[in-house]
């Protein structure tokens, strides 16, 4: 598949290209999720943090990034925890960033959900953050998933409804829960949705503080990108909630 095809795909690699070099954009993150992954979603370190006690702190740990971007949130974890890292993502401009800046027990590759191929039993933990919804067929993509997992290998997902994808009953209802239940995975799941309310807000709150230094940059355009994604805060959580829901999923093999 040719990827320039995909959704999004030229929109990320401006993305990436803006997120490597913005001061604006990297002070935004901080200020919103408490540290700069170059985030484009909802993962703050509290979330991140939760990913924690799923990697072995012994042994030969391997963990994945499904849409890892330009990698910084698997550094976060290399740091905490040791693992090596894989991440792989469809934009070039992306890993090549992630492969200047992470050299150490570090493997990124460019590649599409769906296509790359890992070898069986190869991760202790993959991570997805707001990336599970690019996959054309998500059952197959979590069956790969669960193959590539160890066999007391964890999947740590982030899934919002209501974008991307419409709004279900709720979490048990979702393509994703659905795709985990068809592969025979069993999973809790939180319900987030009142704390991304929240986050929507600070997330506007913070790009308004930062709205000058967007504009002297040249970087206008991301700032009205950062006001379209959190209209959602100007309106009562009651609203919000019928429209919109977010989940985090840690199934097991
Ligand atoms: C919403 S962003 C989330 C990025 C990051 N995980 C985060 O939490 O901020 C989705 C990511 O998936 C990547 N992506 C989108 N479609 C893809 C596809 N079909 N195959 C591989 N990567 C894809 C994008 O480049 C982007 O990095």
Redesign the pocket.
């Given at each position: 598949m040719e990827?320039e095809k995909?959704?999004?795909?030229n929109e990320?690699?401006e993305?990436?290209e803006m997120a490597e070099t913005s001061i604006a954009f990297q002070r935004f993150c901080f200020d919103s999720f408490g540290q700069d992954?170059?985030?484009?979603?909802?993962?703050d370190i509290e979330q991140i943090d939760m990913i924690l006690p799923y990697i072995p702190t012994v042994g030969d740990v391997h963990i994945l990034?499904?849409?890892?971007?330009?990698g910084k949130?698997l550094g976060y974890l290399q740091k905490r925890t040791g693992a090596f890292i894989h991440g792989?993502?469809?934009?070039q401009k992306?890993i090549t960033n992630a492969r200047a800046q992470f050299t150490r027990n570090a493997d990124f590759n460019q590649?599409?959900?769906?296509?790359?191929e890992y070898p069986n039993n190869s991760f202790d933990v993959v991570?997805?953050?707001?990336?599970m919804?690019?996959?054309?067929d998500m059952s197959a993509f979590v069956g790969q998933i669960k193959r590539w997992l160890k066999p007391d290998g964890t999947l740590f997902a982030?899934y919002q409804e209501g974008e991307?994808v419409p709004r279900t009953i709720d979490e048990y209802t979702t393509e994703l829960a659905n795709a985990l239940k068809n592969n025979r995975m069993n999973f809790e799941v939180k319900n987030i949705t009142e704390q991304t309310y929240e986050l929507l807000k600070t997330k506007r709150d913070a790009a308004i503080i930062h709205k000058a230094e967007f504009e002297n940059e040249g970087h206008k355009q991301w700032f009205d990108m950062l006001m379209v994604q959190t209209e959602w805060a100007e309106e009562p959580y009651q609203v919000f909630e019928k429209a919109m829901a977010r989940y985090i999923y840690i199934a097991r093999k």
């Open positions: 990827k995909l959704l999004f795909y990320y690699e993305f990436y992954f170059s985030q484009d979603g909802f993962s990034d499904v849409g890892c971007g330009n949130m792989f993502d469809y934009s992306a590649g599409i959900i769906g296509e790359i991570v997805s953050m707001d990336t919804y690019f996959s054309k982030g991307l």
